[in-house]
């Protein structure tokens, strides 16, 4: 066994299944070339692989047939790395607060830096872009919650910044009527108070959307704090903003909900 694949196994023995390039480099007192070229035999062998340059897991016999762990046990390291704050939203973090409704196809982070989506073995990672002054106000310990996994913690949008979330990226979240699904499962967990300062983060018209979803699964409470975002709306807005008429003739048969200023261009299908 290389010098490498003992330290993978010492930091295996600590509980530990990443490390960056850099401080295997130090401890081993390795060169650049002669690191890459140990890692690069590891990652044959399929004990190694990297999700990002320079930043490495380690693969447990039961990890190699999906490829690599999954990603909720080193998205935060990662992260780390890169030196970029994160949370898991979206389908994951809707599966995690119990909407079971939805596949989760891929692994979805909102982050305030555009990233690219990549494949790591069977895993799908997809980063979603917040602007970063939104982000920041977002991205708060109050409105987040955790996922425990073998690295720590992984940081995960609360139900409220995840209904928020699911519905301003709709297309990333099965479509309006897959949020809509989210908002029957999770709606009566959403803290009001928490839900209506979030939202003033949020496009207007996300908001609307989400509080007509959340009043057509019953949740009163919820959607009563969203309601005076509806005066600040300038027009009406359609429900789902994917749908395009064929002609204006048949986009005015659409009907009209003044009470959250859109234009209900999709029928809600949702599971009770």
């Known amino acids: ?62 990890d190699r047939v999906s490829g690599a762990p999954d990603p909720v046990r080193w998205i935060d390291p990662l992260m780390k790395y890169l030196g970029l704050d994160y949370r898991i939203s979206l389908l994951r973090a809707a599966s995690f607060h119990g909407s079971s409704h939805q596949a989760t196809m891929a692994f979805q982070v909102i982050v305030p830096r555009q990233l690219r989506a990549f494949d790591i073995g069977r895993h799908r990672l997809q980063f979603i872009y917040q602007a970063p002054a939104a982000f920041a106000k977002t991205n708060v310990p109050d409105w987040l919650s955790k996922i425990k996994s073998e690295a720590g913690f992984s940081k995960v949008a609360g139900v409220e910044l995840t209904l928020l979330d699911c519905t301003r990226y709709f297309h990333k979240a099965a479509g309006i009527n897959g949020v809509a699904q989210i908002a029957q499962d999770l709606g009566a967990k959403a803290d009001p108070r928490k839900l209506a300062k979030a939202a003033a983060v949020y496009e207007n018209s996300a908001v609307r959307r ?61 599971d009770f």
């Not at 290389?2 to 196994?9: I, K, P, Q, V």
């Not at 959607?223 to 429900?239: D, E, I, Q, T």
């Open 1 to 62: 066994m290389g010098l490498l694949g003992r330290y993978l196994d010492e930091l295996l023995s600590r509980g530990r299944a990443y490390f960056s390039r850099e401080e295997a480099m130090e401890s081993l007192d390795l060169s650049s070339a002669a690191f890459i070229a140990a890692a690069g035999r590891l990652v044959k062998k399929h004990r190694l692989a990297s999700p990002h340059r320079g930043f490495y897991l380690i693969l447990r016999p039961e």
């Open 210 to 270: 989400l509080g007509y979803l959340l009043e057509h699964a019953g949740h009163a409470r919820q959607a009563k704090v969203l309601k005076p975002f509806v005066r600040k709306a300038k027009s009406m807005k359609p429900l789902d903003p994917s749908v395009r008429p064929l002609t204006e003739s048949l986009a005015e048969r659409y009907e009209k909900d003044t009470k959250w200023m859109l234009v209900i261009n999709e029928p809600v299908e949702i």
